[in-house]
């Protein structure tokens, strides 16, 4: 089973892409903001400190993300393969990644990036803020996720190099989807 990480401004398709190669795959998708808004909503110490940094529009450190993560991997059900989708969101995080997999003994199979120019993103976060009564999907928060992003976050694409497949996330989902299993099935 595969080993995904995918990659991609807030807004550029993660998770949809991520919930359709999971069920395709049988493998389970392992995002931080899914468990990050679980933990939110049932009160638990962690989803209150993760709220204040989302209320800012700010990324959540990277010790703490990197402490859930590496839990969730250790989970009998991610043995056999998984998709990461919004980890790693950093460079430290990434090397963190890479020392816990090996580790864990497993592999990265492929590391895709959904590439969606900043134009395309704005709508389509807005537009999710109505659907999904986002709270913390304000223009102004969502410029700042977007400016987190593009300072932090972009540098993983220096930093993993040739090993990333870039896909063109304007696309219509399953184009997008059926370009990340053309690539998959070619390495």
Known sequence: MPRVILMGAPGSGKGTQGE???QMWGVPRLAPGDI???HIRRGTPLGQEVKSYSD???LVPDAVVIRVMEERLAAPDAQAGWILDGF???VPQAEALDELLARLG???DAIINLEVPEEVLLPRLLQRAK???RADDTPEVIQNRLQEY???TQPLLDFYGQRVIRIDGTQPIPQVTAQIQAH???T
């Open 20 to 22: 359709i190669l999971s």
């Open 36 to 38: 990050f808004r679980d």
């Open 56 to 58: 800012a529009g700010k």
């Open 88 to 90: 790693p969101r950093t």
């Open 106 to 108: 497993q592999p990265c």
């Open 131 to 133: 659907e999904q009564n």
């Open 150 to 152: 593009y300072s932090k």
């Open 184 to 186: 998959l099935a070619a």
